[in-house]
């Protein structure tokens, strides 16, 4: 796999970064679900794992329903503190849906990934059947055949949240889409759009680490090209495994990579905790290192790892550097959805970026992913389910974007209708909107969470008021 | 399988009624589509069979995109005139796609119907994949990327018609859903309309008709309750298998009652071939020969036959009246589709009909479907799938029903939003807006094409226009 297109995993799977002691706890179920809602080849059912809480709910009141998206759903009830903190005014029922093949709900346990027998199941439509099999059964459950469902989703979860809405607008009122990049396809968005945004975020930050880490690059190749060099950058990097070969030295390079964007995703205006703890702004803090560095490609490659440590041994007791994700399963799961639907095309040029050059090359991707997982990408398929840039039909969908989260780029920046709006954020960074409240939260992110409840306030009383309030508010838009 | 739920099918199945020699050829054309569509078990494709027509086609035109529904679609494209009639106007490019498991479109051949891991790809979320393909497909052929897609169907295909606007609105931008009962459906419609809507229609062609209809189900039970009665009648009605049990006369008044509901589908104002060929208004011709007949159950016996004679022996060759549909194949796929999403229940009390009373038992369904076929019906598929009678979100359809259409009942037939649009015909019969010109179409036929025409107009030119539009004609809806 391009490690490129695992970064939404990546950070998404290992969002516990602020695990708040507020949320309130929730009883976890299991629906029989379909294994395959589109045909009746036969009538195999898992158990799908969701959660729920009714402490707030009344009778009449609203479902926030998390679409749950590429991790355990513990995690996302964890840090999806908007909702907990919005449901008791609206008494809304609280339920957290885990993705297929995510968390506990592995269809065929162990063997789930195995072979395209198992792992064929794992689609986002099949996902989205799921996730209505589950709002009708709580539905049943809890006798509130008419109260409205409200769709939460951010990054992978916020496009689900906002494609239930384009495809179950009958089961679905309205979808809260937080940093939902459902435009990093195939011929939607640029495929350096990530990158750039990236490398923005690194000089608005911090002026000149954008360059610093551009001329890094040089430094690892230089110091790489040999064996010793290579020897040299493991032990000074404390890499688990050592970097022997140059396809080593890629595959660090590639990590480094992926390791600015999370950066640039995270970066939260307080402390957080993301696999490692994070301080305030954790790019500004790396890049603190970047400056005042010798000249020389080892006084370069020695500030460079004593930035990254803050990412990687912010506790100081990581024994060594490793470059494979600890929880296996969550991005084995995702790189599969990366080799079928999920295909985000990610480049960059020489000059437009603090990369190294790369280029997106399907055919690499195929062929890869033929290897791993017996599959091929089906390069426009989620172009043809959902409709591409062209959702100008699409209503009740608030697609929110952190102009400083790299994702924006591939993100709805523009209002596509009168009620399926774009929200820009920005100072915010990856769906900082959808967490806990924080006293260091910017003003425009207290201001758009008011917003929102104001947006879903309309959703639950129909259309017309909603459309007057969009008219005011997004007069310029 | 309850014979109740194959009307729709007989009558769209066999709907050559009336093939103009004005039909414009065809190109016939195989598109390889996936068998399974919503997931990656397989790379498995199968040639669905197309027809295109590009007499009238000038680049930037519409594609008019008939989505075939559950026969050979040779049969659609003879019998849908509307299409080819208003394809010049626009310069469109006429496209019929067929269904899969139906006419050549059989993915496993003889085979498609014997075992679920056959049969199991029979579904209507399919068959819209599938021509979400041939649209991609046919784009690509003409450059017609840019094209904007207009679909049409009847009936069944009808419904098809508007669930592709719901489920592709970026494919789709506008259906003509002609006679479509997406809302034919438990909890959705009451399971009696189609048989009170039959009884009111042969009430209203031929005053005492309907009496005379409700009369002979006693004629037939008494003299059917022996063995000599049933001899009698298998002989009077000249039955190509004799009525020998009580069951062979429970599946001869099915036959009836299945014929009642076709008469007055296709109860058109002009001679039309329907299996046979009919006169205009057969529901009239039939119910003539029930006039001043001997009050003996078999003189009213003698009548009901001389009356359905029309129907099955129009040209006085026939041998013998079979009960069996003569195209197996497709009628097998439809009844399987009954057995899986299409589950339209079907009934009647003593009073309110001219029929038999008749409970739906969801049960004994079921427990036919799997005898029949190894599945189970899915009663909320559809429900889940479209939305049911929660469609007020869907745009650019226009939903017409003739009031003289037994399926009415199931059809949309009240405004559901702006641009969802239901359209009444009082005179006509089951989507006779759909069918060629003909000189003795009702003023009214005459209109409501000339009001699609410009509806179209306004979804090819974008949503402002086509709502000022509504506004003006639907005032009053």
Redesign the interface.
């Known amino acids: 796999m391009d490690a490129d297109i695992l970064i939404l995993t990546l950070v998404l799977f290992n969002c516990n970064w602020l695990v708040s002691s507020d949320v309130p706890r929730f009883v976890t179920k299991y629906a029989d679900v379909a294994l ?8 195999a059912t898992f158990k799908l794992r969701y959660l729920v809480n009714d402490t707030f709910w009344n009778e009449g009141g609203p479902i926030f329903f998390y679409t749950g998206n590429e991790g355990d759903i513990s995690l996302f009830a964890e840090n999806t503190g908007y909702m907990w903190e919005t449901a008791p005014e609206f008494e809304a029922l609280v339920v957290f849906a885990e993705h297929r093949y995510y968390g506990e709900s592995m269809p065929f346990g162990n063997k789930s990934l195995t072979d ?2 198992y ?5 986002s ?2 996902a989205l ?1 799921d996730y ?2 589950v709002i ?1 059964i709580v539905k049943k459950e809890f006798s509130a055949t008419d109260s409205k469902v409200i769709a939460f989703g951010g990054s992978y979860g916020g496009m689900l949240a906002s494609w239930m809405r384009m ?5 679905i009122t309205g979808a809260v889409a937080a940093s939902a990049p459902i435009w990093q396809f195939t011929s939607m968005t640029p495929c350096d759009s990530y990158n750039r945004i990236t490398s923005s975020v690194f000089a608005e930050m911090s002026p000149g680490c954008d360059r610093f880490i551009k001329r890094s690059w040089t430094s690892l190749n230089t110091v790489g090209s040999s064996d010793g060099g290579r020897e040299w950058l493991s032990a000074e990097f404390k890499t688990c495994t050592p970097i022997k070969t140059v396809e080593d030295l890629k595959t660090f390079k590639d990590w480094l990579s992926d390791l600015y964007g999370i950066l640039a995703m995270v970066n939260y205006p307080y402390p957080a905790n993301f696999l490692a703890p994070l301080p305030a702004y954790p790019v500004k803090e790396v890049c603190s290192n970047f400056r005042n560095v010798g000249s020389s490609d080892k006084d370069i490659l020695r500030s460079l790892f004593k930035g990254i440590s803050i990412y990687f041994n912010g506790t100081g007791t990581a024994k060594c550097l490793s470059l494979v994700d600890s929880d296996k399963l969550g991005t084995e799961s995702w790189d599969y959805q990366s080799c ?1 639907e999920m295909i985000m095309p990610m480049c960059t040029d020489d000059t437009s970026t603090m990369f190294e050059k790369k280029v997106w090359d399907i055919d690499k991707v195929s062929n890869n992913c033929f290897k791993q997982f017996k ?2 990408p ?1 390069v ?1 398929l989620v172009r ?1 389910l ?3 840039k ?2 100008k ?1 699409a ?1 009740n969908i608030i697609f929110s974007n952190g102009l400083l989260d790299p994702w924006s780029g591939g993100g709805v920046t523009y209002n596509v209708s009168k009620t399926a709006i774009a929200v820009l954020i920005p100072g915010a960074s990856h769906h900082l909107d959808l967490r806990f409240s924080n006293p260091k939260d910017p003003v425009e992110i207290i201001e758009v969470r008011k917003y929102y409840k104001n947006v879903i306030r309309r959703w639950m009383g129909g259309w017309a008021t909603m459309k007057k309030e969009v008219k005011t508010v997004f007069a310029a838009a």
């Open positions: 395959d809602h589109f045909n009746f080849v036969n009538n395209p027998k792992s064929g199941y794992l689609s439509s099949q059947a209505v099999d009708n495809k179950y607008p009958a089961v079928t599959v091929r089906s426009n043809d959902y409709g591409g062209n959702i039909w209503t």
